[in-house]
């Protein structure tokens, strides 16, 4: 016997082994939007980019204000890593996804998530792989997690941090 539930399941988007995909359109931040409406391009999830594009695009979406998608991008060069820089490369990507939640007004989840990141990527400032400024990174992150915490406005130059 079938639910009514069951029935009113919305079919989930697949890719070919079976992983969910989520193809709506997003917005500037990463919202979803409703299926048929037009939102922002995002990176394919197939792409695969050097670490130095991958830092440019990264960079440069950052300063577009579009740091959901900067996270996508260094999400893509985080799961490609096949070295000893994989936790770096998540803590880059949890820096854009900090700076997301607050341009969502989500201060709460932009300090945990600068804070996991700054954690993240400071055992690195050592020997920085990729020309990577970890040491500015971590200290701007922890300098934005203050600022919130203290109730400050962050000035929206302040969000679009120099990776390298």
């Not at 394919?44 to 991958?54: G, I, K, W």
């Not at 998608?69 to 999400?75: I, K, P, W």
């Not at 997301?100 to 050592?126: F, K, M, Q, S, W």
Request: proline letters at 8%; aromatic letters at 4%; one cysteine or more.
């Amino acid at each position: 016997m079938t639910s009514r539930a069951d029935d009113d399941r919305i079919a989930r988007d697949r890719d070919p082994a079976g992983r969910a995909r989520n193809a709506r359109p997003r917005d500037g931040l990463g919202r979803p939007l409703p299926r048929g409406t037009v939102g922002v391009p995002t990176t394919p999830e197939d792409v695969v980019l050097s670490p130095a594009e991958a830092l440019r695009e990264a960079e440069r979406l950052l300063a577009a204000g579009r740091p959901f998608h900067a996270h996508e991008v260094l999400e893509g060069a985080w799961k490609a890593c096949e070295d000893d820089t994989r936790e770096l490369w998540k803590g880059l990507a949890q820096l854009a996804v900090g700076v997301t939640h607050l341009r969502r007004g989500n201060n709460v989840g932009a300090v945990r998530l600068l804070t996991r990141a700054a954690d993240r990527i400071e055992p690195y400032a050592a020997a920085p792989p990729h020309d990577i400024a970890v040491a500015a990174l971590t200290e701007w992150a922890r300098g934005l997690v203050a600022r919130i915490e203290q109730g400050g406005r962050v000035p929206e130059d302040r969000l679009a941090p120099r990776l390298t």
